[in-house]
C-alpha cells in the first residue's frame, strides 16, 4: 500500500541522483506545487501528445486588467488545475488586481491535498498589457 508521501512523488525530475545514485524526484507539496505552476504556465496546445494540457493564463497578457479578464484567468486556472491535478481538491482560486502595479494581477490558488488533507496555497503575479 502506498504510503501518502509516495502518492505525492512525481515528475518533474531534480538535477542529479538521489543518494542511492536512483534519479531524484521532487517530494510532497514542491511536487504538487511545481506541477500545478507548470499546468497553469503551459499554453494549450504547446505540449506534444496532449494538445488541450495547460490553462494558458499568459494568454492573458495582453487583456486589459479588469473584472472580466480577472474572472477569465480564473476559471481558466480552476478548470485546468481541476482537471490535470489530480492529487488535489481546489478550495478556491481568487484573482485581484495589483494595488500597486496597475497592469498586474496576484493569482492565489487555496487547495487541499487529498494524501493528507494538509490545505496549502500557491501565488504568482501576471502582468497584463493595461
Do not use: C, K, Q
Not at 505552476?37 to 492573458?60: C, K, Q, S, V
Amino acid at each position: 500500500m502506498p504510503t501518502p508521501e509516495s502518492l505525492l512523488t512525481s515528475f518533474p525530475l531534480l538535477a542529479g541522483l538521489a543518494g542511492d545514485g536512483r534519479p531524484a524526484w521532487r517530494r510532497g507539496n514542491a511536487s504538487v506545487r511545481e506541477v500545478m505552476l507548470n499546468i497553469l504556465l503551459t499554453r494549450p496546445g504547446e505540449r506534444l501528445m496532449r494538445p488541450d494540457f495547460g490553462a494558458g493564463i499568459r494568454n492573458f497578457i495582453h487583456y486589459p486588467n479588469n473584472e472580466t479578464t480577472r474572472a477569465l484567468i480564473a476559471d481558466a486556472a480552476r478548470r485546468a488545475l481541476a482537471r490535470w491535478e489530480p492529487r488535489v481538491s481546489i478550495d478556491e482560486v481568487r484573482v485581484v488586481a495589483d494595488r500597486e502595479h496597475l497592469s498586474h494581477v496576484n493569482l492565489e490558488v487555496r487547495y487541499r491535498l487529498l494524501a493528507d488533507g494538509r490545505r496549502e496555497a500557491l501565488a504568482l503575479t501576471l502582468e497584463l498589457g493595461a
